[in-house]
């Protein structure tokens, strides 16, 4: 199982300490530690992902459940967009991948809260941070990792200037979480509230024929 190289300073203290109770004659303690430690490591699992669509299809840029679709403003961008709002519980795995190819042209790391991240408040008074990319047609898509009740650190990958492809590892969010697309008008939005969406792999979006 490969793992995101954030997990390995939390699985292998407890894998280490469990070698040395099991050899000082521990095996109760020591299997409390190894369970934690696979724990750990399911939850920063970081699985391969792929998929075969039209390079224009945005996929879901996270793990788990949407929440909800919704118009926001986004101060990137001129106007409103759509925004699907994914919940990912501590089963889900943590790793984002990118929604589109293109180029990253902002990142934005905003301090905050962390309150539960279903609440509707979360997305404005959590921690943040916020991935700008634009697509080869010149579209700005937006994905906000937003940290939860039980999420530490929000790490993103990218940075502004660099050249992504759809799927490719965008962060992760440390221990619960939730994750926001923002999508430009005139794409037609895939998926609704209740849906359970895989991170590169789940179609999240379509271009309609006007925007084509």
């Known amino acids: 199982m490969k793992l995101a190289k954030e997990g390995w300073p939390f699985v292998l203290p407890s894998l280490g300490l469990a070698v040395l109770l099991f050899a000082s004659g521990r095996p109760g303690w020591a299997s409390g530690l190894l369970a ?3 724990c750990t490591a399911l939850f920063f699992r970081d699985p391969q992902r792929r998929f075969q669509g039209a390079s224009d299809i945005l996929l879901a840029p996270a793990d788990g459940k949407v929440l909800r679709v919704d118009e926001v403003d986004a101060d990137f961008a001129a106007g409103k967009m759509r ?3 994914t919940f990912l519980s501590v089963f ?4 984002q991948r990118c929604p589109t190819g293109g180029e990253v042209v902002e ?3 905003r301090r905050g809260a962390k309150v539960a991240a279903f609440r509707s408040d979360a997305g404005e008074v959590n921690e943040q941070f916020l991935t700008v990319i634009r697509t080869p047609p010149g579209e700005l898509v937006g994905v906000i990792q937003i940290a939860g009740l039980v999420a ?9 200037g660099d050249k992504i492809e759809r799927g490719q590892h965008l962060g992760l969010i ?3 979480s939730r994750v926001d697309l923002l999508v430009p008008p005139g794409y037609m939005i895939e998926v609704e509230p209740g849906d359970r969406v895989v991170a590169g792999e789940t179609p ?3 271009p309609t024929d006007e925007t084509c």
């Open 36 to 38: 934690l430690a696979l």
């Open 83 to 85: 925004r699907i709002v």
């Open 92 to 95: 889900d795995v943590h790793v």
């Open 107 to 109: 990142t934005r790391l």
């Open 152 to 160: 530490r650190r929000v790490v993103g990958y990218l940075a502004r």
């Open 174 to 176: 440390k221990f619960g």
């Open 204 to 206: 999240m979006a379509r």
